[in-house]
Every structure is written in structure tokens, then in C-alpha cells.
């Protein structure tokens, strides 16, 4: 048969965290906590579960926690979307991300995207059979270059894709970036979908800049979030989307087809659990400590990066200890050193290797002490 995606294979995630199960190795590689969910909201899913709310809700998520989710941005960002019109909960931000690029993108739509990216992104481009156009984040700082992207704009370009904070490097787009991606965006009549999925998790004092915060660019954006993230339960697959009425129309058209809605008592415990914002708050300040734990555990080794800005991954390089590609160091400490992370080169569509490795701290203090015992004599 003919593949609609010859060029996509297992995922790197999947590669590293399989190879961190066979080495025995410390699995700093996939996104995801070795910490426990929250009890109280573990005890509102099954609240909610034994109440009987077990069938299926309506396709757009239960009333109450597109609710809660605009009484969460007021919160946040002092903004408060449509909860009826312009919120859509979805199966994580994966399947959000899906169903927003197959609802805007048509055959032979340009789409901008920042290297390193996600890996979702292209393939659900491929699949509308659009064209994907590369450009790589400034080296070391990982800013954008809006000179470039300026210069790669033309009359088939349909969309730009973002990611703040950033996936896998960290970095934080300002004030000033949003700025200019919104008189791009206006000037060129483009959509910008903005994968917000690390929004709670911002360190140093600086703030999460939305696309929602600015209201020209606001008008033709979609934002995507993922509670699984923000929670720490990535197994829920839960996220939302926020978009204007006219938009939501249109994903909500695809997301009907593809999983139609989304666990019922996990909507009705995270509609409860969003009413206090404490459940949230502190995340910055949690996840922050964790960042300081790592890098202060590897001070004194030959490792070396800049402090992450957002997320709860880190880029260190390797470049003082091997010249070797990311990939073999990432293979090859997986087994001799039993610490898994994963190689940055997979995220760039040219294949750039600035020797760069990304690790999760999103783990118990222990995990990340380990860890950095194991970087010591590396």
C-alpha cells in the first residue's frame, strides 16, 4: 500500500523511553512526572465516576468546565473567552493540534514552523497535504528570527505555528515578539495556532505571553492547552482549545469525527479542581525549584546551558565532553551511564546537531539527584 506518510516513523519518544526499559536507565527522555496526581483530584474523579456521570457529554466538553476554563484565563491573564462559543475541550493537545491544522489547512497552504519543533506538527500538515516551511530558532538563545520569517512569507502561506514556552528549548516568547507576530499576522491575513501547552510553567519572573492577550492577533489564533501537562496526569489525554467563534466552528467540525469528546468524569473533576485557583498557581513556583534542584546538582561537571525559561525540560550540551551526534551520545548513555534523554537533532527538519541534549525534570528530587550523580562522571 501507499503510505500517506512514507517518511514518519516510531517517534523518539517512544524510541528512548523503550531503550531506557531495556538498559534499566533513569528515563529523563518522555515529558512526563514520577510524581503522583493530585489526591484531591483523584477523589473528584472518582466522586464524579460513582455519581453516575460515565456517558457520553456533549461533543464541545460538559458546560461546567469550559466554565471554569474561561474563569482560569480571567485568572491568569485577565481575559475570558466564550466558554459556550470559542472553547472546545479535546483528547490532550494532540489531537487538538489535529484538529485545528485540518480545519485551516488546504491543499498547497504554506505553514510556518520554528525548528526545533514537535514532533506532531509537520505530519498533520503532510496529511491536508500542505506544505511545511522550516525556519531554525537563532542558536543558543533559541529567539525567533523574524527577519527570516518576514523573507518567507508569500502569497501561499496560510498559517504560522508557535510554541511558547518552548518545546524542546525553553525559551519564552516576549511582549516584543508578540507584537510582531501580530502586524505579520494582520499585514499578511494569516492564522497563527499557538501550542500554549506549558503555560503554567514559567520561571525567573517572567510572564507567559498568549496569543489571547493581544486582540488583533486574538482575532485569528487559535490557542491549545493540555491539562494532562498542568495536572501532571499525561495518561488523561485532556486539553482544550480556545479560538474564535468562527473558528471553533470549524474544529469542532473535525473534532466530532475524530474522538468526538472526551472522558466524562475527568471533565467534571478538572471543572471542580479549576475553582480553586491555588491548584494552579503554584506551578511556576513548584516546577521552578525542581529547574534550580538539576542545575545546581551539576554544577562543577562538563555539561553546559542556558537555564530554562518555561516547560520543565532542560538543553544541556555535550559539546566540551564528545563530538559525537546527539543521537549516538543519547543511544549510547542509555546504556553504559543507564540515563536516558533525548537527542535535539530529531526536532530540526535539516537534521542540525548542536549537540544539544534534552532532559526532563518534571521528577521526584530523588529521580533528579540521581540524575545529576550520574552527570558527574560523565
Known amino acids: 500500500m501507499t503510505s500517506k506518510l512514507p517518511h514518519t516513523g516510531t517517534s523518539i519518544f517512544s524510541v528512548m523511553s523503550a531503550l531506557a526499559v531495556e538498559h534499566g536507565a533513569l528515563n529523563l527522555a518522555q515529558g512526563f512526572p514520577d510524581f503522583a496526581v493530585s489526591e484531591a483530584l483523584i477523589d473528584l474523579i472518582t466522586f464524579h465516576m460513582k455519581k453516575g456521570r460515565n456517558q457520553y457529554p456533549p461533543s464541545a466538553g460538559i458546560s461546567q468546565i469550559r466554565q471554569s476554563i474561561a474563569g482560569m484565563h480571567q485568572q491568569m491573564m485577565g481575559i475570558s473567552p466564550d466558554a459556550d462559543q470559542e472553547i472546545t475541550i479535546t483528547s490532550g493537545a494532540t489531537e487538538a493540534l489535529f484538529c485545528t491544522i485540518t480545519a485551516l489547512i488546504h491543499e498547497g497552504d504554506e505553514v510556518i514552523v520554528f525548528d526545533p519543533a514537535y514532533d506532531s506538527y509537520e505530519p498533520v500538515i503532510e496529511l491536508q497535504k500542505g506544505k511545511t516551511v522550516h525556519i531554525r530558532l537563532t542558536d543558543g538563545d533559541f529567539s525567533i528570527p523574524w527577519d527570516e520569517v518576514l523573507s518567507k512569507v508569500n502569497h501561499r502561506t496560510k498559517a504560522i505555528l508557535i510554541n511558547t514556552p518552548h518545546n524542546p528549548s525553553g525559551a519564552v516568547m516576549s511582549d516584543a515578539d508578540m507584537l510582531r507576530l501580530q502586524v505579520l499576522a494582520e ?102 525549584r525542581k529547574r534550580d534542584l538539576f542545575l545546581k546538582g551539576l554544577e562543577g561537571s562538563r555539561f553546559t546551558g542556558i537555564p530554562s525559561k518555561g516547560t520543565y525540560f532542560q538543553l544541556l550540551s555535550f559539546a566540551n565532553i564528545m563530538q559525537k551526534s546527539d543521537v549516538e551520545v543519547a543511544r549510547e548513555w542509555t546504556e553504559k551511564f543507564k540515563l536516558a534523554a533525548i537527542p535535539v537533532s530529531v526536532f530540526n527538519a535539516d537534521g542540525h546537531d548542536g549537540h544539544y541534549l534534552r532532559f526532563c525534570f518534571a521528577k521526584e528530587d530523588a529521580t533528579i539527584q540521581r540524575a545529576c550523580d550520574i552527570m558527574q562522571q560523565i
Open 187 to 288: 499585514d499578511y491575513n494569516l492564522f497563527v495556532i499557538s501550542d500554549e501547552v506549558y503555560n503554567h510553567m514559567v520561571y525567573d519572573g517572567i510572564q507567559h505571553r498568549s496569543v489571547l492577550q493581544y486582540p488583533a492577533l486574538a482575532k485569528r489564533s487559535v490557542a491549545i492547552y493540555s491539562f494532562g501537562k498542568t495536572f501532571h496526569a499525561t495518561g488523561w489525554k485532556m486539553g482544550y482549545v480556545v479560538a474564535p467563534a468562527e473558528i471553533t466552528k470549524e474544529i469542532r467540525k473535525i473534532h466530532q469525527f475524530v474522538t468526538f469528546t472526551t472522558h466524562t468524569p475527568g471533565q467534571f473533576a478538572i471543572a471542580d479542581f479549576l475553582l480553586e485557583p491555588k491548584n494552579y498557581t503554584y506551578l511556576p513556583d513548584f516546577f521552578q
